[in-house]
């Protein structure tokens, strides 16, 4: 008997606890919502794309579905599958709040009017985006060595900004990748060697860029050369 009533508050403790972590599982912090203002507060819209449909004056579950640009999961649950703001005239940098669209898969932010660097640790922002694209805009600044841990990435795309530097050798790791686009900026340097089949046009108009697919750098034929004939001397 004593052991039985002992042993009640901690069963009665247990089931206080269970219920609530049922609770905050049920009603979970609206992470998303949270995100979509974010991105809405550190843009400007003078086209008004944003500010007309992004209101939110409804939370309830799927109410941000039906905004512009904003994909769902599933049409009842507020969950961003893919964000398409594709040419909508929006200007600033790149956007905050991203990190709190936790299912994020997709982002799309070309041919808008944003500017300044793409965030060092962006991978902490989108790790779990499998495509990107944030061309036709004015991002300047280096490609982010960050960018080699967003893992899933299928498509990257930063042509024609204002990127200047190397291409971060780290990019070549991406195993997942099968579209990378570079054209139209101010890169230089060799191209890393990607599993992924490209052709020149993904690296056209970068005077300083060199390399397969692209002519070879400057001094590497003769490197190759004086290699061989050092071989041939030994076998003589």
Same mark, same amino acid.
């Given at each position: 008997?004593f052991?039985?009533?002992?042993?009640?508050?901690?069963?009665?403790?247990?089931?206080t606890?269970?219920?609530?972590s049922?609770?905050?599982i049920?009603?979970?912090?609206p992470s998303?919502i949270?995100?979509l203002?974010?991105?809405?507060?550190?843009?400007?819209?003078p086209?008004k794309?944003?500010l007309?449909?992004?209101?939110f004056?409804?939370?309830?579950?799927?109410?941000i579905c039906?905004?512009?640009?904003?994909?769902?999961?599933h049409?009842?649950?507020n969950?961003?599958?893919?964000l398409?703001?594709s040419?909508?005239g929006?200007q600033?940098?790149? !956007?905050s709040? *991203?990190?709190? %669209? #936790?299912?994020?898969?997709?982002l799309? @932010?070309?041919?808008n009017?944003?500017? $300044?660097? /793409?965030?060092v640790d962006?991978?902490?922002e989108?790790?779990y985006?499998?495509?990107l694209?944030?061309s036709y805009n004015?991002f300047?600044g280096?490609? !982010?060595?960050? *960018?080699?841990? %967003? #893992?899933?990435l299928?498509?990257?795309? @930063?042509?024609?900004?204002n990127l200047? $530097?190397? /291409?971060?050798?780290?990019?070549s790791g991406?195993?997942?990748l099968?579209?990378f686009?570079?054209?139209?900026?101010?890169?230089?340097g060799?191209?890393p060697?990607f599993?992924?089949k490209?052709?020149?046009?993904?690296?056209?108009?970068?005077a300083?860029l060199c390399?397969?697919?692209?002519?070879?750098?400057?001094?590497?034929?003769?490197?190759?050369?004086?290699?061989?004939?050092?071989?041939?001397?030994?076998?003589?």
């Amino acid at each position: 008997m004593f052991t039985a009533m002992k042993c009640r508050p901690s069963v009665i403790l247990l089931h206080t606890l269970f219920w609530f972590s049922l609770d905050g599982i049920c009603y979970s912090t609206p992470s998303d919502i949270e995100c979509l203002k974010l991105i809405k507060k550190s843009l400007k819209d003078p086209e008004k794309n944003l500010l007309d449909s992004w209101t939110f004056d409804n939370t309830s579950e799927g109410s941000i579905c039906k905004y512009n640009g904003v994909e769902c999961w599933h049409p009842d649950e507020n969950k961003v599958l893919n964000l398409r703001l594709s040419n909508m005239g929006l200007q600033g940098q790149f !956007p905050s709040g *991203l990190e709190n %669209c #936790t299912s994020l898969t997709g982002l799309d @932010l070309s041919s808008n009017n944003l500017f $300044g660097p /793409i965030p060092v640790d962006i991978a902490k922002e989108i790790p779990y985006v499998t495509s990107l694209d944030l061309s036709y805009n004015d991002f300047s600044g280096k490609i !982010p060595v960050n *960018l080699s841990s %967003c #893992t899933y990435l299928n498509s990257l795309k @930063l042509q024609h900004n204002n990127l200047t $530097g190397q /291409i971060p050798g780290q990019l070549s790791g991406l195993s997942r990748l099968t579209e990378f686009d570079v054209s139209d900026n101010h890169l230089s340097g060799p191209i890393p060697t990607f599993q992924a089949k490209l052709t020149q046009s993904n690296f056209a108009n970068n005077a300083g860029l060199c390399g397969a697919p692209l002519d070879a750098c400057a001094g590497t034929s003769k490197k190759v050369n004086a290699g061989n004939a050092h071989q041939e001397e030994r076998k003589n």
